[in-house]
């Protein structure tokens, strides 16, 4: 091989590693990215160490819905992203009672949740551009009834997958036919 033809194949090599490169970025950045969990404030549905995905193209086209476990930029100056579950979204009234979350006056179906917890809310609704977000480890989470709702702007994605360890692979499915 002549060195030309050598210098050519490098400049292809270096050409396709680039655009690899710069395809990977956007799709971190725009569509789907990982995320690892760190705490336990979402056990039993994530627990630390689990990595999941984030999806990020579909909010750009539909709003959130309750249920759904989202990331966001950490309140109250933490470094970290956080990553929870939307419980009530714009315009919702919520509280709790005896360990149990009412949205809208009815109580919230919980199947995720493996006991019930003591911190309570006051009754209030939430404002437009806003989602109250909770762990489903009531008791060990910092959430919405710490720091308050969460800007929508604030949110970075959807988590559709947990993907690793390979023996809790999930797809995290929410109801999707919720009223809001």
């Known amino acids: 091989m002549d060195t030309s033809r050598f210098l050519d ?3 292809d090599w270096m050409k396709t590693l680039i655009i690899a490169v710069i395809i990977a970025l956007i799709l971190r950045s725009f569509v789907i990215s990982p995320f ?6 979402m056990y039993p549905t994530l627990l630390p160490d689990d ?9 750009r086209f539909s ?3 309750q ?28 509280e709790s009672r005896e360990g149990h979350v009412y949205v809208n006056d009815k109580p ?3 199947t995720y949740l493996k006991q019930d917890f003591s911190v ?3 009754p209030q609704t939430v404002k437009q551009g806003e989602y109250f977000v909770m762990g489903d480890n009531r008791d060990n989470s910092l959430d919405s009834r710490n720091f308050g709702a ?20 999930q797809v995290l499915a929410y109801n999707r036919s919720s009223e809001h």
């Open 67 to 94: 249920g759904e476990v989202v990331v966001f930029r950490a309140p109250l100056g933490e470094r970290k992203d956080f990553v929870k579950r939307v419980i009530a979204v714009p315009g919702d009234k919520i």
């Open 51 to 59: 990595l999941i995905l984030v999806e990020k193209i579909s909010m």
């Open 120 to 122: 309570s809310i006051v």
């Open 150 to 169: 969460i800007k929508a702007a604030n949110i970075k994605g959807r988590v559709i997958l947990v993907f690793w360890p390979w023996f809790r692979w």
């Open 63 to 65: 709003s959130i819905k």
């Open 9 to 11: 194949e490098i400049i």
């Open 108 to 110: 919230l179906e919980e």
């Open 36 to 41: 690892k969990v760190s705490l336990t404030s």
